[in-house]
């Protein structure tokens, strides 16, 4: 082959999704990122729910929240009337939040890598169930002790438009749609970016089932 079937034969092949998208100057999202991992991933989270089962929250103006969620790692993130907080232990059981499974760990350290953020060290893992019509209202990611490391999002079951907006409430929002195996990591410059989640719609995810799951990594200490 001479160097200009090379070039024809290349231009003819379809193209290729972009695996890593960057959607803020340091945000990207990492499409289908987690899928080699699941296999590893989906025991390790029923041992985690075993230990601390989903339940949902009120927020501190006493709305209950409609994602249910869990925790693994050194510090657990919760509400209730008095705030939000991390706390060690987790309040339904009283028992300290599950350890952090070494593939979690494993995932987390090697997404934030591929977007540009090496040593990452979590130390929490918030995991949210959605059901359909569930959602996340726009909020900042600011109960940690420090905004120098960046936050891991893995997305797991049915689709989500995922709201990725500015430092302030009312600025416009990108809509980010996120898949089963997609990852949204950021920080730095973007770390304290409102975001948030549209309500989940109606549907069947073949592994899943009738949900989304959303890990979010952060070091909150
Ligand atoms: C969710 N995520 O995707 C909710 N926070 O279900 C978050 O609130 C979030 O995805 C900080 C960073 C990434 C996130
Ligand atoms: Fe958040």
Same mark, same amino acid.
């Given at each position: 082959?001479?160097? @200009?079937?090379?070039?024809?034969?290349?231009?003819?092949? /379809?193209?290729?999704?972009?695996? =890593?998208?960057? $959607?803020?100057?340091?945000?990207?999202?990492?499409?289908?990122?987690?899928?080699?991992?699941?296999?590893?991933?989906?025991?390790?989270?029923?041992? &985690? !729910?075993?230990?601390?089962?989903? =339940?949902?929250?009120?927020?501190?103006?006493?709305?209950?929240?409609?994602?249910?969620?869990?925790?693994?790692?050194?510090?657990?993130? @919760?509400?209730?009337?008095?705030?939000?907080?991390?706390?060690?232990?987790?309040? %339904?059981?009283?028992?300290?939040?599950?350890?952090? /499974?070494?593939?979690?760990?494993?995932?987390?350290?090697?997404?934030? !890598?591929?977007?540009?953020?090496?040593?990452?060290?979590?130390?929490?893992?918030?995991?949210?169930?959605?059901?359909?019509?569930? #959602?996340?209202?726009?909020?900042?990611?600011?109960?940690?002790?420090?905004?120098?490391? /960046?936050?891991?999002? &893995?997305? !797991?079951?049915?689709?989500?438009?995922?709201?990725?907006?500015?430092?302030?409430?009312?600025?416009?929002?990108?809509? &980010? /749609? &996120?898949?089963?195996?997609?990852?949204?990591?950021?920080?730095?410059?973007? =770390?304290?970016?409102?975001?948030?989640? !549209?309500? $989940? #719609?109606?549907?069947?995810?073949?592994?899943?089932?009738? %949900?989304?799951?959303?890990?979010?990594? =952060? @070091?909150?200490?």
């Amino acid at each position: 082959m001479n160097p @200009t079937t090379l070039d024809l034969f290349a231009d003819s092949e /379809p193209e290729q999704q972009p695996r =890593r998208e960057q $959607i803020g100057e340091r945000s990207y999202v990492l499409r289908g990122f987690a899928l080699p991992w699941l296999e590893r991933l989906l025991p390790a989270l029923e041992a &985690v !729910l075993a230990a601390a089962p989903f =339940r949902h929250m009120v927020t501190p103006g006493g709305f209950t929240m409609s994602a249910a969620m869990s925790s693994c790692g050194t510090w657990g993130w @919760t509400t209730d009337r008095s705030g939000y907080r991390y706390s060690r232990h987790d309040p %339904q059981t009283l028992a300290p939040w599950p350890d952090m /499974p070494s593939v979690f760990f494993e995932l987390a350290q090697a997404a934030a !890598l591929e977007a540009g953020f090496a040593a990452f060290v979590p130390d929490s893992c918030l995991i949210n169930r959605y059901i359909p019509g569930a #959602k996340m209202s726009l909020h900042q990611d600011k109960d940690e002790a420090s905004y120098a490391a /960046p936050i891991v999002s &893995v997305s !797991l079951g049915l689709p989500a438009v995922f709201l990725f907006g500015g430092f302030e409430r009312s600025h416009k929002s990108q809509r &980010v /749609p &996120v898949f089963h195996g997609d990852i949204v990591v950021w920080g730095g410059v973007d =770390r304290l970016r409102y975001h948030g989640v !549209l309500p $989940i #719609k109606e549907g069947r995810h073949p592994q899943m089932g009738e %949900q989304r799951i959303n890990f979010t990594f =952060r @070091t909150a200490q």
